[in-house]
């Protein structure tokens, strides 16, 4: 529960690609919602509304890096990136006429109603259907909501209310600016269900019911012995840090709250200086300090076998800063089909929130095996991670994944220092790929994307980051934004798994209802409007000019920048010259991120421009690699 609640909470502050795992949110035990009053600390405070602003944006005029700023970070070496910081009490704003309560609200009747109708049911029937599917004690709190709130709802949905005029009616929707009802499902009431009169909720129970959608309950991290567990959440949900690093390098022994499915597997988390990516000390005879799993020495040649097998074998590992595309988003379609819902699928639930919807360890940047939950995401993995790990097994654990859920470059220069790298570890091939959020808003206002002289500056800050962490003979790598142009054409007419039982639901009426509430992940191209459209695509070919422009004539001292296009829209042309259709690439929840079947594309086309264009930064083959596994095996695995 405390996963799923500080999940929610992260959900709503952020941009909105976890807006589906919100549904979940009102499953937390309806006491719990009016206990955050208990405490009022300002360090309560601090950890339940720690959200990041960029100290420079500004609704008309966007200068992000303050003079006495860029006279600290002019000498490219030993600098700190300090004009991001935490802003207390301050919300990004969660969407309009109800937000995110109001969106979950409608999805979990929808859903309820046709999980009744397809087992020929009641509306409450259906509603405790789908409590029974969830894990046991998801499930309980699940049905004792149900039985609070639910008569009110039935009342209304057996005078043929839909589930969004239901929402309305008891208060979880509301019009903000009298501009009319935002509809997800097709209208039924012609006249005002108010006249009918059935009761509605009271003030007390909706404040209840929005605490629950909305927000985490506090009070619980000040319980004795249980800050500790809200630290770990803490640094993995708000610093992108691992939940568990006892010995603070950046690593973790565990794979979960942004552990080893995200860096490279902590060998020994009681030292600091044994963690992946590290130079070697002393040929790591007496213990494996890099966890390559390659130590000791070769008593035939008297080498020490990290010496002999990896000293000037170019070794390198791999830095991906980047957004949901990177960190993998995906949310199973099954969750939101109830003709295909039972409760198997929803076995891994918490797992998969606590994750944040992202699969890391089988996307294309560091994915490192096929996934463990073939029910809810199967297919190949293949990863720029694991190619390099094979063209030198040296290589192996060093991967950092610090892609973030709605990252863009301005909170990105906040998430970057959370990288573990330091100048005296081993090279590190980045990948700085912000490749949407940019130009993705939630509004229709292309005022709120980031403008071209922002863009470069945020740019040019975490550069010279970089060159403060990053050891020599390092490169960077700048992936161009994506022109996502296309998804209106391939997608607006196809139904959304909501809507596949009774056809009521195309993609269209998905955008039209994200764009009312501003709630959705890319109102610039999610958007019946053309000239919109249009509009963000040359924005985002005008911040891909930045980035050329910075890869032609910027130069550091410890690192060489590349600028590589965006390969999806590659991936997805060659797809469709093969004879494959575009929205079987693309995720059909939230119809933006690619599938996994696409992920192993994408690897396999950047793979092939790195070697094609760039072969340098790779490093050599090693010739050991044979013996190394002959040697070592799986090296310790991941």
Known sequence: LTVLGRTCQMTGNMKTDLIFLCVMCIL???????????????????????????????????????????????????????????????????GINGGFPCAACSVLLGMSDQLADINNGTLFSGLDLMCSYLPTELGSQCSLLIHVFGPTVIDFFNYGSSPDEICYEIGLCVDDNETGMCHLFPPKQSHRLSMIQPVKLSTEQLKTIEDILSETFPWICWIPGVKQICDAFDNAFNLILPGLDVDGDGHSPVESLRGSLWRGKDCHDGNPEIHPGRRPYEGDILSDTNCNGISGVNLTSGLAYEEELCGGSGA????????????????PPQWFSPMDMDAVMFTNLTDVISNEADWPDVGFATGFRNSTMPSLINGK??????????????????????????????????????????????????FYSLIGNDVCTG?????????????????????????SRLAPESHVILVGLIDAGFIWDSMANRYHPLGKYRKNIKYKDMYKWFNCMEIGPCAGWMNSNATLRAIT??????????????????????????????????????????????????????????????????????????EQNIPHVLGPVNPNNKFIEELFGHQGGH
């Open 537 to 610: 695509s040359k924005r985002a070919m005008q911040l891909n000019k930045v980035l050329k422009n910075i890869a032609e004539k910027e130069k550091f001292d410890k690192f060489d920048i590349h600028y590589l296009e965006n390969p999806f829209k590659a991936v997805l042309d060659e797809w469709v010259a093969g004879g494959g259709e575009i929205h079987e690439l693309i995720e059909p929840v939230d119809s933006l991120h690619p599938t996994q079947a696409a992920q192993a594309l994408i690897a396999q086309h950047f793979w092939g421009q790195l």
């Open 28 to 94: 937390l035990p309806a006491e719990l919602g009016t206990k955050k009053i208990l405490v009022k600390s300002v360090e309560e405070t601090l950890r339940t509304n720690r959200i990041w602003k960029v100290e420079n944006i500004h609704k008309e005029s966007l200068t992000p890096v303050p003079k006495e700023h860029m006279n600290k970070i002019e000498n490219k070496s030993d600098i700190k990136v300090d004009n991001v910081k935490y802003y207390e009490n301050f919300h990004f704003k969660r």
């Open 316 to 331: 390198r590992g791999i830095v991906y800063i980047g957004d949901s595309v990177g960190a993998h988003f995906h949310v």
């Open 381 to 430: 993995t293949d990863s720029i991670y694991l190619r390099l790990r094979e063209r030198n097994r040296c290589n192996h654990r060093d991967y950092h994944n610090l892609a973030r859920n709605g990252a863009n470059s301005n909170d990105t220069l906040y998430y970057m220092q959370a990288m573990g790298r330091k100048s005296r570890d081993l090279p590190a091939i980045v």
């Open 443 to 467: 509004r229709e206002n292309p005022d709120d994307m980031t403008r071209p002289e922002t863009f470069y500056q945020n740019t040019i800050t975490a550069l010279k980051f970089f060159e």
